[in-house]
């Protein structure tokens, strides 16, 4: 998995920070996460081709995480896609678009196939090739959702000098073999697969948490992940106003990492409110060491 940040501050845009949007590219295609505004210009700069972007994924309808979808949707048309795109997102969101697309009159090129999400258990709601996707219900000021992208285990790995010493082992087996089987010999003894196979590297798990209130209920959906996005707004000192705005802070943030076994905490939807948001990073970090500061244009691949 490749995660490209396009945006990682909350509600008013400035020069250089642009409020919440992120590609992952899972199974060959980029997934979109949230669309604030400036979108576009984001996946122009940080080269996220627009024809292998497949499924969009919105949280909740905040403008700082919805404005920059329009235009999107628009500029495929302009640019003439045919190829169908799946927006995933609230129930309200369908009758949103049916509206701005009426009252502009654009009419799209391409199939828009709209999927609801309901924020109120969670459950798979995408099955590809390759991975799924999975909604994590949220405690904000109305309904919202993070989204969990698991990788699907992969094949075993054909050990070629381990098959080498059984000269009956022909190139029509290795299928199976890759899928975990034994092989069977004609007199019906079995060569263990842990014998001839070895084991593929562990799935991949992304998870996608923000906007959201201290939860600790999120933890058993997000354990493991390799990588959790977590929305960290303020610092500890203003702790009653997260828990009024329905926010975390850094240092809840880092809880959740720590208590979920995470491998990396990276925060991001920083209140404007703080000249340097450094001091929320060394707040999550004094819980959860593994934690890093999210930026315009950062990078990970794990």
């Known amino acids: 998995m490749e995660l490209r940040i396009l945006g990682c501050h909350s509600a008013t845009p400035k020069p250089g920070e642009f409020p919440s949007a992120q590609a992952l590219m899972a199974g060959n295609q980029w997934l979109l996460l949230d669309a604030g505004e400036g979108m576009q210009m984001q996946l122009r700069r940080y ?15 905040h403008g700082d995480h919805l404005y920059g979808l329009f235009g999107l949707l628009s500029t495929l048309r302009l640019l003439d896609r045919r190829t169908e795109l799946h927006l995933h997102g609230p129930p309200p969101l369908e009758r949103l678009l049916d509206e701005v697309f009426r009252a502009s009159q654009v009419e799209l090129t391409y199939p828009l196939h709209f999927h609801t999400v309901t924020a109120d258990r969670p459950y798979q709601i995408l099955d590809e090739k390759h991975f799924t996707v999975h909604s994590v219900p949220l405690r904000h000021r109305l ?31 290795y299928h199976k073999l890759k899928a975990g089987e034994d092989f069977i010999r004609e007199d019906g003894s079995r060569i263990p697969n842990d014998e001839l196979t070895l084991p593929p590297p562990p799935p991949r798990q992304y998870a996608y948490i923000t906007d959201t209130a ?21 610092a500890d000192a203003d702790a009653a106003l997260a828990e009024k705005t329905f926010h975390s802070t850094a240092r809840q943030a880092a809880m959740v990492a720590r208590d979920a076994g995470v491998g990396k905490l990276v925060i991001g939807h920083f209140s404007s409110r703080y000249p340097d948001p450094r ?24």
């Open 47 to 61: 080269k996220v081709k627009f024809g292998r972007i497949k499924h969009i994924f919105i949280t909740h309808l």
């Open 214 to 234: 201290y939860l600790p209920g999120i933890i058993p959906h997000i354990e493991g992940s390799d990588v959790l996005y977590h929305e960290a707004t303020f």
């Open 143 to 173: 309904p919202t959702t993070g989204y969990v992208i698991r990788e699907k285990p992969k094949p075993r790995k054909l050990n070629p000098e381990a098959i080498a010493r059984h000269p009956e082992i022909g190139i029509w087996a």
């Open 279 to 302: 001091v929320l990073l060394d707040e999550a970090r004094a819980v959860f060491p593994n934690t890093e500061m999210a930026f315009e244009g950062k990078i990970l691949s794990f």
